[in-house]
């Protein structure tokens, strides 16, 4: 080798190469630079996989969070029973990820038919090269499933708070372990598996439908089979069952918005500068909006303005912003959480009218909003199609409704989905596993 | 004078509250209890050890009414509370010698409604 | 170009220029190293942004902490407007930020008047360059945004203790938006954004006067303006009231002293290796310092040891090293957390002897530390002088304590500040919002 | 220099010492690209470190996560108490591993006699090149003390939710200091100092046994001569006493959970992409497995299932695969988690039949599943001994329960241990404190 | 012997508690209660439905007095609670057949006190 | 028929449940109260302030029997209750004038039990 140690536009691209860490597909030029290039690759690589193992700790948080804003939200007869479903779905939604979920998810070339149903095996294998720059310069093989399996839990834990308070311990479970492992992942793959609707253009940066409506239909489908809790709607008006303890919702929607770093920041899939903190500030300022729009609306309708309103709006916010976190502009963003927080006002309201009992507004956050936020990117996103968007919002909407409603429909048909009315009025908590969640406070309601 | 004072489910109490109130039975008062009647109770069982708990939860009710007010107060109590079931619950009634008013001072029949 | 790549006096230049990530003063050579050189400083600068996000999190994190410590130390018929207001104050502050704070707080040249105010026009604008170490070598534009806007907001949560149980929902709503939006930054702009103190060589960390300072002598003019709450001062006698959730305060204190990893190690600005994890170090030492000798100061005063007490300790030890953790010796860091805990007792009680009615003990912790912590640094620093740290001091009280007054007296003299003695007693849960915080719950205080 | 930067030999090297990042000890070869090198080394130092601060963070919450999981077990009336004592814990922890256990647990070259006792001074002092990777390739001396006192700290934490509401507070502070201070790290330098039983190859990743079967066995000797809860084993019948609030209790474990991310991952002392990610990859599906199974054996065994008995569960997975997270296989990971949760539960039932009351579940959980773990690898681990891992077990036992009873033994026989039963009757948080944790619920229980 | 029962505002429970140990009445015992009564209730608004909560808290006083206290008890409740305002709260008087002591087995008007 | 009510220490309930059913009394309604007697109380201390706690935990236990019972119910009170120190607690004893259980209608005698 000569005095010039490498041709210059070699150089633009090895430079270029480093920055995503794709130091696998390195030039094998025998110089010093290529060694010490793939050193500081491999040190990209290491910094991409640490902010991806970040991201997916705080994706674990949110379980936390759907935990603790669902039993705050609900009434204290019922807490043990929902703590106790929030802590086994990551458990089943972990273990049959592994399994089967990850694989018919991400299918990479084996898709069995078209680019809608795809499949690469039966459990955790790691790839050849799988914790280099070689399987993907954002993260290895094993960081990868523990970030989607996080994620996949998540939309089991959204159907958890609309059938609260009335669901069968044991028809949640098995509608979770089904869901998980075979809806949620199938939905994913037409698009974040490289499916038809990618192909097709969709965007849904990190899951307002794939994550949230993906849940939040399946929450509606729960919620019409299961029918309100006893005393919600009586003699044809709406009475509030309110739920018992404001400061766990609220610890819930902080650590959701934690969470949703995480969630958001993540689906960068690798520590881009510019690109993950922009998503953080598009989902902050979402959050914000979402916070101030639904308080202003329920101080309007409601006249006094509502904790559990603008806990909702954050949320609503949130996920509104979820779609196009890394394409709309800033005045978008605003624009998106602050419709969001209105949505969500408006349709928790709605919902109450056409009789459907969501005791967290599960539906009016996850579906509305996850809706609305995946509509927003054809509006406001540079060179998205609203019709595509359109069309990936009925397809999913079709999918996650029908299954769910067979899923649920033949639980419902055999062994049952609602618990006793005497099991209802005395608590879950005593009905399904004998014991308080408070003992020794003293609780009275009438409810 | 008569103090009524009952025990019921609480998830009567509503009803109750709604047939006192056509009663025309307005003041009342109500405290959380336990109660242990011929309803059975059930087993709670916590890190492997059973306990029986046959303390459940009940609604009181102290009512205090004049003579002519102790039927239609009684009947307006068992319309709301009543299910057929065990475990509806019971009405103690008992004489009042005086009652008082704290903000006027009135005193017996006056202060009592 | 020879032989020889570079020129060794280069050499070292470049390396210093990549630890700190300064990628974009890179000379110009044309030879390969310096191309991977820009590489490896690309990465440099991806882990310092990595580091910059998680810390900002970690700040996130304390307005959860704020909102529980509140919630906790106060009454229960009060927690609903408590977790509103904790709810609001990030939302408020990250848009008012968002919309002028940051621009005022970093005026960067664009100064209007000495280095006293500065504006940098409205609006987030993303700088040519700015997603790259062009911007600055330790984080793009939007963390740098997203960093700052989480600290403005703490300044809020401040006072939103200090004023519980008593302030009108609107009044707090209104103080905070103008105090997060102009007088913060205002003041921030002083040290931070490169104005007069800064000029004199004012060291201030991470913000023992610039936040907590800041916060705490609004949260006394909040405090003197409202006056003590009903019950409290009775003939004479400085009455208890007790906070009505001792686990909730502590996770806020768990998730303060958590969220001051980001605000003091964040405060580096970069991921230095040794300067980060030392910050770290003497956070956690004067944490625990604070809650051993408030433990004890607590145990011989007051006979038994007060929860309330340590929990106040770690946060007084957290606020006093917070203006000097980068550059006070071990031993000095375990004083001024000790002096911190001592501090924060002994102010509790004479607060309440001067009839000063601060619910959660904010002016204890956020003023008399921040005060005590910002002396240290003239104490114990090599090279820094008391009186100039004493002269920030003053500064910051003087522009701060009359700002507040004079917003919260406007609003005092027009809609008024505080709510009626009915809503007082009943709560402001029922009288501000409708509703309560632990539905069901039998909950009963004669105060 | 000629035209040829380096030769080749040397290049594989420092490609090799750069992904350590062991920059320090770069050859001193006069050419650019070692400039270079060292400044990519300098970014691979400052990933690792950055990743190890977050693993120190993480190791954090487990602290709160503790001081949930204990409070939400035993009754409303020693709340105070039990926080107490958790806020107290780590701040002694801190201070004392700082002036003591840090250089007794890693002597360096400072051995006193043999591989089993060592010191290196007292204080912490920062050696030369110590922000380096001179010191270390994977973190600075700050972050190596930080991330091991925060370890140091949980140790104890173990013992407290094993003798609650009947402890004095005293004598808890007291043994405390002595076991954080000197027994756990003088345990701590037989393996990961360096010491005798690293020379024999016993394998304990992160510390089922010396961190977790540590505290186990010093909770088993607080927990035998301390006695039962008043209460507890009444005429011969195990009398259940609930815990009071199962909110906070999930919260925790939830919490620990997420610590454990930190607590395994940041054990691989590096941010090494494949190996750390695959430690959270069978840290997560351990525990997962151990909620399954310990809800399935609780189901059969009590009829319904528990979740006191799922958190224990998910706890006692993540407690197994504590030992072998880095070398056992997924398959292996799974059966290690889900028999976790078959012993945790059965141990619960077992420690109530030997009348030995542990209120939180500490024993079955850290003692029995530490034990567990530590064996499992050398059941499934490729190359480990099953006789030496067995040999650590008990060597660490006999150490432990030993020092455990001689420290509690010598307090009982002299200031006592036990609060009288007048206050375990009334509570502690009245007895020790003076203070109720719920100021205003009405709490009725006649336990 | 005559056993007082009283309802009042919670925060006047400090007041009358003053007022009872300078008509040297010591012995009292204490209950949350939530009462209806002339005092209108207040709305509460949750998730956009409307609820009227016309139960309001109160606190629920008992004692226990020989004949000759009962005028100064009931003056010391009246003392300590009126504020003159809807809501003061109401006394019921009744008679007591008989009073034991736990500990002694005293009875009658030497186990009251 | 007579009311008996009684005050007792919160963790003699189960031995006084114990009792009561020895002695075949096995209906009872209980609730949680706070009571002021001989027995004095202790002091908290809360961020500097101190406060005494006068008004302690007790148990109000409320039994309706026919007049044979009230003497075996007022022994198993005592046996179960007494442990000999200060706070152990009373016994008041009223007239019932009537009792009726919601479930049948039933009145007097035969609803008590
Ligand atoms: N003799 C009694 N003394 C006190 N309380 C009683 C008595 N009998 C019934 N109660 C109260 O009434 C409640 C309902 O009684 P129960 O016997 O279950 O009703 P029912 O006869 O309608 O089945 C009990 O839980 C208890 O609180
Ligand atoms: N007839 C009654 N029976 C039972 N409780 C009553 C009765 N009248 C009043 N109370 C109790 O007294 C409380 C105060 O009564 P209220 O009518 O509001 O007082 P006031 O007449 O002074 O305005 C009520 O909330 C209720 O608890
Ligand atoms: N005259 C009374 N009126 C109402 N309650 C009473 C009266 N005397 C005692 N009590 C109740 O009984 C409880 C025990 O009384 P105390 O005097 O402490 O018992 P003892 O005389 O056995 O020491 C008190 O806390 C209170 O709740």
């Known amino acids: 080798m000569s005095g010039s140690c490498m041709q210059p536009g070699i150089r633009l691209l090895i430079i270029l190469l480093l920055m995503g860490g794709l130091a696998g597909t390195c030039p094998a030029q025998e110089t010093a630079t290529s060694e010490t290039t793939a050193a500081s690759s491999a040190v990209a690589f290491t910094v991409n996989n640490v902010w991806m193992m970040t991201a997916t700790f705080l994706v674990f948080v949110m379980h936390l969070g759907f935990a603790t804003v669902e039993t705050g939200l609900t009434r204290a007869k019922n807490t043990v029973n929902i703590l106790f479903k929030n802590t086994v779905t990551p458990a089943i939604g972990l273990l049959t990820f592994a399994l089967v979920g990850f694989n018919l998810m991400y299918p990479g070339d084996h898709w069995l038919s078209g ?13 050849e090269g799988g914790t280099t720059s070689a399987y993907n310069p954002g993260y290895t093989y094993w960081t990868d499933f523990l970030f989607q399996g996080m994620f996949a839990a998540t939309a089991a ?7 609260a308070e009335r669901i069968k311990l044991s028809a949640y479970m098995i509608f979770t372990a089904i869901y998980v492992a075979l809806v949620y992942p199938l939905a994913g793959s037409w698009k974040w598996g490289g499916g038809w609707l990618n192909d097709l253009g969709f965007h849904d940066f990190a899951g307002s439908t794939l994550v949230h409506s993906v849940g939040g239909w399946a929450a509606l489908a729960g919620v019409i089979l299961l029918g309100p809790r006893l005393g919600k709607y009586v003699n044809g008006r709406i009475k509030p069952i309110m739920g018992h303890n404001l400061p766990l919702a609220t610890i819930g929607v902080f650590l959701l918005w934690l969470g949703w770093f995480g969630f958001n920041g993540g689906s960068v899939l690798s520590a881009d500068p510019g690109a993950v903190s922009y998503v953080l500030v598009t989902t902050s300022l979402s959050a914000g909006a979402g916070i101030i729009t639904a308080m202003l609306t329920s101080w309007i309708i409601q006249k006094k303005p509502d ?8 949320l609503a916010g949130l996920v509104g912003i979820t779609a196009g976190a890394d394409i709309v502009s800033i005045p978008a963003t605003i624009l998106i959480g602050g419709v969001s927080g209105i949505l969500v006002v408006l349709s928790v309201l709605g919902f109450d009218r056409l009789r459907l009992d969501d005791p967290v507004g599960a539906l009016s956050v996850h579906l509305v909003c996850g809706v609305w936020g995946t509509l927003a990117v054809g509006l406001f996103a540079p060179g998205k199609s609203l019709a595509i968007q359109a069309l990936g919002v009925v397809s999913y909407g079709a999918f996650c409704l029908v299954s769910a409603f067979v899923i649920f429909g033949l639980m419902k048909a055999t062994l ?5 009315e005497e099991e209802e009025l005395r608590g879950l908590d005593i009905g399904e596993h004998g014991m308080e969640a408070y003992s020794g406070f003293q609780i009275f309601t009438s409810q | 004078m008569k103090l009524i004072v009952a025990y019921i489910q609480p998830e009567r109490l509503n009803a109750v509250k709604q047939a006192l109130y056509e009663a025309e039975v307005f003041k009342l008062s109500v405290t959380n209890a336990l109660g242990c009647g011929q309803q059975k109770g059930y087993h709670e069982t916590y890190r492997g050890a059973d306990v029986e708990v046959n303390l459940l939860k009940k609604v009181r009710i102290e009512i205090a009414v004049n003579e002519a007010f102790v039927k239609p107060t009684v009947d307006a109590l068992i319309k709301g509370a009543r299910t057929g079931k065990i475990g509806d619950g019971k009405i103690f009634i008992s004489d009042l010698t005086d009652c008082i008013r704290i903000r006027t001072g009135e005193t017996g029949h006056d202060a009592i409604g």
Do not use: D, K, Q, Y
């Open chain 1, 416 to 420: 049952g989905i609602r618990v006793s």
């Open chain 1, 115 to 127: 680019h809608v149903v795809g499949f690469g095996g039966w459990g955790l294998h790691l790839p």
């Open chain 1, 157 to 163: 834990t959204i159907v958890s708070g609309a059938v």
């Open chain 1, 307 to 314: 904790l559990s309103m603008i806990l909702n709006g954050c």
